[in-house]
Each structure stands twice: as C-alpha cells, then as structure tokens.
C-alpha cells in the first residue's frame, strides 16, 4: 500500500474515532468518495491495525443501524418546513 493511502486511512479513522462520523460525513471532509472510505475503512485499515479497524467496525455498525432514524427526521424536518 503506498505511503499517501496509509496516511489518508490513518487520518480517517482517527476523525471517525474522534467524531462518530459517518461514512458520508468522512467522505466530505477528506473530499473522497464514500466507497473510498468504506474501502479503506474495511479493507486497509485491519492490515494498518487490527485493534483500530475493531473500533472503527462497531462505530460503523452503529452508524448503519441507526440510519434509517436519521432518515426519518431529515424527512420530518422537510415536511415541517414546506408547511
């Protein structure tokens, strides 16, 4: 893996780690794609650290089940708003 992808998947996770952001969230403020960071995220990083990449898994995990509920108020905050 070349030097720059190791450090771009290093600052990643540690911004994940730091804020619980999103994949998409990630995606914006490292201006990469949200495949990008997923792959990164589940791909490279457990060869970079295996104890990151766990930590990373369960705030992923989190942030996909709790999806739908985000969803869910955008959609209820556009309603509410054109009324």
Not at 27 to 39: C, D, E, P, R, Y
């Amino acid at each position: 893996m070349q030097e720059y992808i190791q450090k771009r998947v290093l600052d990643i996770c540690a911004h994940i780690l730091e804020t619980r952001a999103t994949v998409r969230q990630a995606a914006l403020i490292f201006q990469v794609s949200k495949s990008t960071v997923h792959k990164d995220m589940t791909e490279r990083l457990p060869s970079l650290n295996r104890q990151l990449a766990q930590e990373i898994k369960a705030i992923l995990e989190y942030n996909k089940a709790e999806r739908h509920l985000r969803g869910g108020e955008a959609t209820r905050r556009k309603y509410k708003e054109l009324a």
